[in-house]
């Protein structure tokens, strides 16, 4: 984030140093080292992402969410907690609904479908209902081959944000033009650095 100098001043009354963590869940195998496994695995998933979204199969497909499961045991090793935000089909299982819930992490939207508001909405309230809890914050996710998001457009996604009355929108670097942190309308519009 950028300087804010009242930011500035509460994290300087810390005692101990906070790095904030989060985890977009998209491509969920890990698929990258080049294998003809790897590829099936990485076609397979694509493919799931072109079923309906009210068909959830998910949980049939072996190793899914493989990197989540590493990354809350890594975190627990740590006592650190962290944020994961979901898109609807790449939704927890049960199984790993429990470990990040016991591990007080925190669930968020990772927008995907944000062409127009009703999308954008109902995607949100499926994904709360399938956590079963609210959700306070979001990202938008870039474009993917299945599920392409629309455009940026900042005030598009606040605005999205503000309507379904989230708290928080945590965005990627790389919209320079953007300022922030900033606040409109109840809505913290945040941006985070990635390493």
Known sequence: MRSNNKLDEYFSTLSEKIILIRH????????????LKSKIKKALNYLYLALPLNLNVRHI??????????????????????TYFFRVVTA???????????????IAYHA???YSYSTFYSDLKLLEKIVKSKIYGYSKHGFSPIRSGAPWDEGKIIEFGVKAKLKYLAQGEGHPEWKYPKRVSGLWVLATIEP
């Open 112 to 114: 995907d479908r944000d």
């Open 92 to 106: 927890p299982t049960n199984e790993t609904l429990e470990e990040l819930k016991k591990h007080r992490h925190e």
């Open 61 to 82: 497909i072996p190793h899914y969410l493989e990197n989540v499961q590493l990354s809350i045991e890594l975190e627990r090793m740590y006592n650190a907690r962290a």
């Open 24 to 35: 977009d869940v998209d491509n969920i195998f890990l698929m990258y080292n080049g294998s």
